[in-house]
């Protein structure tokens, strides 16, 4: 089982550095708390459902601020709904910059919202590879603890 205890250690030693880099908070250990037996896909299940609608969320808010009279009110509806999302997934970063784009959408301030849009698409993109590299360690952890325990029942 050491190299089953070595694997863990590493799927923990990255979900660390996650929160250290300030990828993550406290929220994503509560909804790791909500993964049972029952549903042991929840935390991927919720995650990929927040980029399908962060993903949408970014193209209206594209839209929205391509348009000649910028519907100030409607774009920082959208900032706050990714908000929001990002809050529920512990996606920290996210957070960060969708505060500071609600703060343009209030200042009316057209650069500052299309800057803070970059930001987003940026900081989604990093958080969302950093998901995947976590779920794939995840996955490769789970086979090989099963492979460890088949070997195990055939000695």
Not at 31 to 44: I, T
Request: proline share 1%; net charge negative.
């Amino acid at each position: 089982m050491n190299g089953v205890s070595q694997m863990q250690r590493q799927l923990a030693e990255y979900t660390s550095t996650l929160f250290e880099e300030g990828f993550l908070d406290d929220q994503f250990y509560q909804l790791q708390q909500l993964q049972d037996e029952s549903n042991p896909e929840f935390v991927v299940e919720v995650v990929t459902l927040f980029f399908e609608d962060a993903e949408r969320l970014l193209s209206e808010l594209a839209k929205a601020l391509g348009q000649e009279n910028i519907d100030f009110k409607r774009v920082d509806a959208h900032v706050r709904q990714l908000k929001g999302s990002s809050s529920s997934i512990g996606a920290q970063r996210v957070q960060k910059v969708c505060i500071a784009f609600r703060n343009y959408c209030e200042e009316k301030n057209v650069e500052g919202c299309l800057k803070s849009l970059q930001e987003i698409k940026q900081e989604c993109s990093l958080v969302k590879s950093k998901f995947e590299i976590l779920f794939k360690v995840r996955i490769v952890f789970i086979f090989f603890f099963l492979f460890t325990l088949s070997v195990q029942s055939v000695y």
